[in-house]
C-alpha cells in the first residue's frame, strides 16, 4: 500500500465527514497507522489497522468502519472547540 493513496482516500474521507476538519499526517507503525485530524486550533488523532485501510483500498470493503473511526475523531474535535457553558 502506497501512503500517498492512502492519504488521498481518508483526505477525501474526512471531507465527507466535516468540510472543516484536515487531515494533518499519517504515520506508519508496526501493524497500524495513526493519522492525525485537526480542526481550528485542536487536533486529535485515530489508530486505523492496516487491515481495515488495506479491506478498503484494495477490495472496496468495509467503508463504513473506516468513515465511523474518522467520525468519531472529528466528533471529538467539534465538541472541543465547542465553547464550554
Known amino acids: 500500500m502506497e501512503e500517498g493513496k492512502i492519504a488521498e ?8 465527514v466535516d468540510k472543516e476538519a484536515r487531515l494533518e499526517a ?3 507503525e508496526e501493524d497500524e497507522f ?3 485530524l485537526s480542526k481550528g486550533n485542536h ?3 485515530v489508530t ?3 487491515e481495515l485501510l ?11 468502519e473506516l468513515k465511523k473511526a474518522l467520525g468519531k475523531a472529528v466528533s471529538k474535535l467539534t465538541l ?3 465553547r464550554r457553558r
Not at 482516500?9 to 465527507?16: F, S
Open 34 to 36: 495513526r493519522v492525525t
Open 9 to 16: 482516500e481518508v483526505k477525501k474521507m474526512v471531507a465527507a
Open 43 to 45: 487536533s486529535d488523532g
Open 26 to 28: 499519517i504515520v506508519e
Open 48 to 50: 486505523l489497522s492496516k
Open 54 to 64: 488495506e479491506d478498503f483500498l484494495v477490495r472496496g470493503k468495509r467503508g463504513h
Open 80 to 82: 472541543m472547540g465547542q
